[in-house]
């Protein structure tokens, strides 16, 4: 089977992935929190209320989506250095303040933090590095944005909890395909009882969820939108979605989350930022064996045979 080394790329993403302490926010967001998320991530209100932006305040604004905090900042609040400096709560709180190379303030608070972001001045009146933005909103979108700025870099990922990690995976379980299906299956649940039994990944345990389908569920790749919609997963293994690749990525793009699979029938079709394959595609390896069967065999007469599907047409 082709799984294993999936699982071990699994295994390496987790292990860099769920570092975070079991300590992290369980609890989900807040309406307030949530609206300060999209603001914080996208750079837009969910009013529909606008918010601009402008390098000083002498520039001309421009909308806020073009430099929303996470661009700089981080999805985690951690940013980069001086320039774009950890903007997470505990940092911005800090009881000892804050040192930088021109200038020194004290922590911040909500209504400094309020008059950073519009002013673009700290504590003590400094002003703030020439590349940070000058936002306008509204005082309720601050609220918001505020609101989640005391969570940004505490929300658990999807999946995860302080003592588990939900992995999700499609594979057909009845019909023509189910001795395959049953195959992968057998082999994931075995190692990642093994995972568990050494203890899991950083104290969490390995949690497997399975969209089944057989020969009645058409299409097949509605039970990957169902099994993410239903049961929030980490990340996605070794599903077996045959024809249905262009969807799958689709769909791994549209929630962001990773997908771990041995290979792909389509060729640099799919991918994007959230796919892994550990093999080359499939009509890739196609395509060595041929070559090497020209190189090696003294017989020229060559027969290719492959399924009329998606993805072979480009052998």
Known sequence: M??????SALFLLLSLAVLAPSARAELPLSDAEARGKHIYTEGESTSGRVITAAINLS?????ASILPCAQCHGAGGEGIG????DIRWQALTDPDGHEHERRRHEPFDANSLARAIQEGVDPAGNELDATMPRYRMTDADMADLIAYLNRVGLELDPGLSASSIRIGTVLPTEGPLAEVGGAELAVIAAMFADVNMAGGIHGRKLELVVGEYGDDDTPVFWQAQDLVAQE???ALLASYMPGHETELSTLVADE???????NSLLSNESGGQFEFYVQPTVVEQSKALISFALTESDDPRLAIVYPRIKGFDQL
């Open 59 to 63: 520039d001309r604004p421009a909308s």
């Open 82 to 85: 001086i320039v774009a400096p």
């Open 2 to 7: 082709t799984v294993f080394r999936p699982l």
């Open 256 to 262: 962001q989350i990773p997908h771990i699979g041995p």
């Open 232 to 234: 929030p997963v980490f």
